[in-house]
């Protein structure tokens, strides 16, 4: 049985994970548009900026799903009570 301040940790580090994820998916989100008008090449009629923002965009996303996938897993398999083997299980 978990106690209620290693509960009370778990949460802590739940939300503020979620919260740096967040920011880091606002940045992700916003920040290459922004910036994206800085590169005015134009390949087949499409600038190049923006193409390259939408697929780092793309990219930065992907990859925030996994870390977030990654730490919840450690930060579930911390707070879990450790599994017990009956006897003959083993």
Not at 8 to 30: E, G, I, K, S
Not at 55 to 82: N, T
Request: hydrophobic content about 50%; aromatic content about 16%; some cysteine.
């Amino acid at each position: 049985m978990t106690t209620p301040s290693s509960r009370d940790d778990y949460w802590r580090r739940t939300r503020r994970l979620t919260a740096w994820l967040l920011l880091a998916w606002a940045v992700v989100a916003f920040a290459p548009v922004f910036f994206a008008r800085e590169l005015s090449i134009e390949i087949f009629g499409w600038p190049l900026g923006f193409w390259l923002a939408s697929q780092g965009a793309l990219l930065g996303f992907c990859a925030i799903v996994i870390v977030y996938a990654w730490r919840m897993r450690r930060l579930d398999e911390a707070a879990s009570p450790p599994e017990v083997t009956p006897p003959g299980m083993r």
